[in-house]
């Protein structure tokens, strides 16, 4: 079981990146996914998710900027990030677990090992 993060980058306020999350060991739609990230000296923060009928949670900071997804075919999530902001610098896990969505952070029992966005 493995999630490989990639698309993290350094953009200037308001810019825009997506972030995949390749899955490989099972299938990712019978899973709550979840982008979690965690900047310098802050706790980790669960940023979206979506469970396996494809219902959707989104971190109040974020709602209406960004919009997860998946790709069944590519067994691969991502996360489409518009007009962001300083505050959203920091590094991006892609996250799996079972039960309910998204739930909290420590129960996400699979992690990818992060990509870094930077945001000034």
């Known amino acids: 079981v493995q999630l490989v993060e990639s698309g993290g980058d350094s953009v200037q306020a308001g810019g825009s990146l997506t972030l995949s999350c390749a899955a490989s060991g099972y299938t990712t739609r019978h899973y709550c996914m979840g982008w979690i990230r965690q900047a310098p000296g802050k706790e980790r923060e669960g940023v979206a998710a979506r469970d396996s009928d494809g219902i959707t949670w989104y971190a109040t900071s974020v709602k209406g900027r960004f919009t997860i997804s998946r790709d069944n075919v590519k067994n691969t999530l991502y996360l489409q990030m518009n007009s962001l902001k300083p505050e959203d610098t920091a590094m991006y896990y892609c996250?799996?677990?079972?039960?309910?969505?998204?739930?909290?952070?420590?129960?996400?029992?699979?992690w990818g090992q992060g990509t870094q966005v930077t945001v000034s």
């Open positions: 996250a799996a677990k079972v039960g309910s969505c998204p739930g909290k952070t420590k129960d996400y029992n699979n």
